[in-house]
């Protein structure tokens, strides 16, 4: 399906739940999620953000403010007024953005190994150079980048397929989307000082292994949000849900729970 061009597939009943990948990934990452989540009764929407995955990049520049207006577009083509929105790394950036400018349309939010953040001046230059390593025709700078940051030290030898499959998600990323997605990270906004005013029920989720978005940065997110619960996840890697699905899971689900009992 495709909507003011986002692909992206639903499945299930109930409680909307939105999930946001990461960089350089698709919505094929969130596999392990929707036919739990689903099958506990939500309504499952896991869409591929501009550029990434079956969904096209737009003709203008592209920023977090960008990919969150196409969201809340799929939102409206589905007829959603409120969902749980919930944003993997990258996808964070953009949950951070829709906390910011659209706070009515949040049930509640989901910060999965993300943080608030902005690039300091050392991850900036980083992320130009690798943009233009790009747009020079190396166009396996960002999977070979990031492939090294995505998972626990064990997992490459515990599952080697998992690791090969997220490769080839990395690898089928457009040039033009990795371009647009590095720019617009690189040039994202600070919310650290800011997180004391998103007075919404918050998960956040992160794993103690993680090389690319160490657990600190989860623990300061949920030490500065008014409502949040904080999750670490042992034994995982960047690709959490993926590497402990079923703690992952769970974790979720005890959110999603108390929401919808709350």
């Given amino acids: 399906m495709v909507i003011n061009t986002l692909e992206y597939d639903e499945q299930g009943s109930g409680l909307p739940v939105l999930l946001i990948h990461g960089f350089p990934l698709n919505r094929k990452m969130w596999q392990p999620q929707v036919e739990r989540l689903a099958r506990s009764g939500y309504r499952v929407i896991c869409p591929d953000l501009m550029g990434f995955g079956e969904s096209r990049l737009c003709g203008q520049p592209v920023t977090m403010s960008l990919y969150a207006d196409a969201v809340i577009k799929l939102l409206?083509?589905?007829?959603?007024?409120?969902?749980?929105?919930g944003g993997m790394s990258m996808g964070g950036y953009v949950l951070f953005n829709l906390v910011e400018r659209y706070p009515e349309r949040l049930l509640g939010v989901m910060f999965l190994v993300t943080r608030a953040a902005a690039d300091d001046a050392a991850a900036r230059e980083k992320r130009t150079m690798l943009a233009a390593e790009v747009e020079n025709g190396n166009l396996r700078a960002v999977p070979d980048a990031f492939v090294r940051v995505l998972f626990a030290p064990q997992t490459p030898q515990d599952k080697p397929q998992l690791v090969s499959e997220v490769r080839r998600w990395m690898e089928s990323t457009s040039a033009q989307g990795a371009v647009a997605g590095l720019m617009a990270m690189r040039d994202r906004a600070d919310y650290v000082e800011r997180l004391d005013k998103f007075n919404l029920p918050a998960?956040?989720?992160?794993?103690?292994?993680?090389?690319?978005?160490?657990?600190?940065?989860?623990?300061v997110l949920a030490g500065g949000l008014p409502d949040a619960k904080?999750?670490?996840?042992?034994?995982?890697?960047h690709m959490v849900n993926l590497e402990q699905p079923v703690a992952f899971n769970q974790a979720l689900l005890d959110f999603l729970t108390s929401l919808r009992e709350g």
């Fill in 76 to 85: 409206d083509s589905l007829d959603i007024d409120k969902a749980v929105i």
């Fill in 203 to 219: 998960l956040v989720i992160g794993a103690e292994l993680d090389l690319a978005v160490p657990p600190e940065h989860a623990q």
């Fill in 230 to 237: 904080l999750k670490i996840i042992p034994g995982a890697g």
